[in-house]
């Protein structure tokens, strides 16, 4: 059968203590769209259709590149449901997903694939209900009970045939009420089966969710340590730059780029922490456009790098090993000057310096060395 996915992300709600709508705030490194997009496309459906707010389309092709076709939404879920199916038009199966359910898991796709296939009409993930339901007055107050035994919870996809869904959705009066398409697909005659549904599938909807979501899609984290290692020699000059602070000095450092040692050393443990190569693979000396180039675009491509592999820095320490300049005057500059770059609080900046007691190449003043460490919290 071929088989095209629905997701409606038209909704202008959104998450509480946010501006954007929530199916475009970040959960676990990836909007919470981009989620529900690689679900479907992991299950092997190569045609995905987002319906959205028209006037958010840069915000969605920024969420999810050119993994789906886009298509403007109307004013009601309805109206952006039928959007969607018009451009599915010859789909043999369809399954309509709700944008705010970020949790979908490959294996869920493919239970309602296979239920379609072997003959349903339509098909729905759904868990049955643990807690005790009662009815509640205006004030609050308990006044009834609703039974249990035969309620179940409906999540989304709800996969159903073509054809079915197309001849309901065109059946439904245009000003019709409804509270999900199993409802629309019943109500012009259609069968529909459950499968067992997913915890992971629950809807962002309260404020407490966008944690408990963010825990369950992030899965195994670990901590990794990186280290990185870097020397400059001195030259001529009259000031050397360090962890991003200038430094009048009555020599200078010698290198293709500022020859920020200390910055350099960090690209190359946070590189390091993400298994991502060294500073050179990134930024090779051969290529004449790093030639003088402040550090900070190296570092900046670092935290970039970070976030996009839904990673977060913990913790960096660098130490700086010369004889001159003295370090110490300028510690609290380099280290508000690396946590502006890497979008972290001072306190989680470690900046020391040490000489060699004279001995060796530092010790003789021929350059300077940098070491550094950067603890990741990243994906396992
Ligand atoms: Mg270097």
């Given at each position: 059968m071929k088989i095209g996915a629905l997701i409606v992300a038209a909704g202008r709600g959104a998450r509480a203590g946010g501006d954007i709508p929530k199916q475009y705030s970040s959960l676990a490194g990836r909007t919470v769209l981009a989620w529900s997009v690689r679900a479907f496309?992991?299950?092997?459906?190569a045609d995905v259709v987002v319906v959205i707010d028209p006037e958010r389309e840069e915000l969605c092709r920024a969420a999810i590149g050119n993994a789906a076709r886009l298509v403007a939404g109307g004013t009601t879920r309805t109206a952006s449901v039928r959007a969607g199916l018009a451009a599915l038009a010859d789909s043999e199966l369809i399954l309509i997903h709700d944008a705010a359910r970020p949790g979908l898991?490959?294996?869920?796709?493919?239970?309602?694939?296979?239920?379609?296939?072997?003959?349903?009409?339509g098909a729905?993930?759904?868990?049955?209900?643990?807690?005790?339901?009662?009815?509640?007055?205006?004030?609050?107050?308990?006044?009834?009970?609703?039974?249990?035994?035969?309620?179940?919870?409906?999540?989304?996809?709800?996969?159903f045939r073509g054809d079915v869904i197309r001849a309901a959705y065109a059946a439904l009066p245009s000003?019709?009420?409804?509270?999900?398409?199993?409802?629309v697909a019943r109500a012009n005659g259609a069968d529909v089966v459950l499968i067992p549904g997913?915890?992971?599938?629950?809807?962002?909807?309260?404020?407490?969710?966008?944690?408990?979501l963010d825990r369950m899609l992030a899965g195994e984290r670990i901590t990794c340590v990186g280290s990185g290692f870097d020397a400059h020699r001195f030259?001529?000059?009259?000031?050397?730059?360090?962890?991003?602070?200038?430094?009048?000095?009555?020599?200078?450092?010698?290198?293709?780029?500022?020859?920020d040692a200390g910055w350099h050393a960090l690209v190359d443990a946070i590189l390091g922490a993400l298994g991502e190569g060294d500073i050179g693979a990134h930024f090779p000396p051969s290529d004449p456009q790093w030639k003088g180039a402040d550090s900070e675009k190296f570092l900046r491509h670092a935290a970039t790098l970070v976030e996009q592999?839904?990673?977060?820095?913990?913790?960096?320490?660098?130490?700086?090993?010369?004889?001159?300049?003295?370090?110490?005057?300028?510690?609290?500059?380099?280290?508000?000057?690396?946590?502006?770059?890497?979008?972290?609080?001072?306190?989680?900046?470690?900046?020391?310096?040490?000489?060699?007691?004279?001995?060796?190449?530092?010790?003789?003043?021929?350059?300077?060395?940098?070491?550094?460490?950067?603890?990741?919290?990243?994906?396992?």
């Open positions: 496309t992991s299950a092997g459906i898991q490959r294996a869920t796709v493919a239970a309602l694939v296979a239920a379609i296939e072997d003959g349903a009409q729905a993930p759904a868990l049955p209900v643990a807690d005790a339901l009662r009815r509640i007055d205006a004030s609050g107050r308990v006044n009834g009970e609703v039974e249990r035994d035969g309620v179940m919870r409906v999540q989304t996809p709800q996969a000003d019709a009420a409804v509270s999900d398409d199993i409802a997913d915890p992971k599938l629950m809807k962002l909807t309260y404020p407490e969710d966008a944690a408990l030259g001529e000059g009259d000031h050397v730059s360090l962890c991003g602070v200038r430094i009048s000095h009555s020599k200078g450092l010698l290198g293709h780029s500022d020859a592999s839904g990673a977060r820095v913990l913790h960096v320490d660098i130490t700086l090993i010369c004889e001159r300049p003295k370090i110490g005057p300028h510690r609290e500059a380099m280290r508000a000057r690396t946590a502006d770059v890497l979008g972290l609080p001072p306190s989680r900046v470690s900046i020391k310096a040490t000489t060699t007691e004279r001995m060796g190449f530092t010790g003789r003043e021929e350059g300077l060395a940098a070491q550094a460490t950067a603890t990741l919290e990243r994906p396992g």
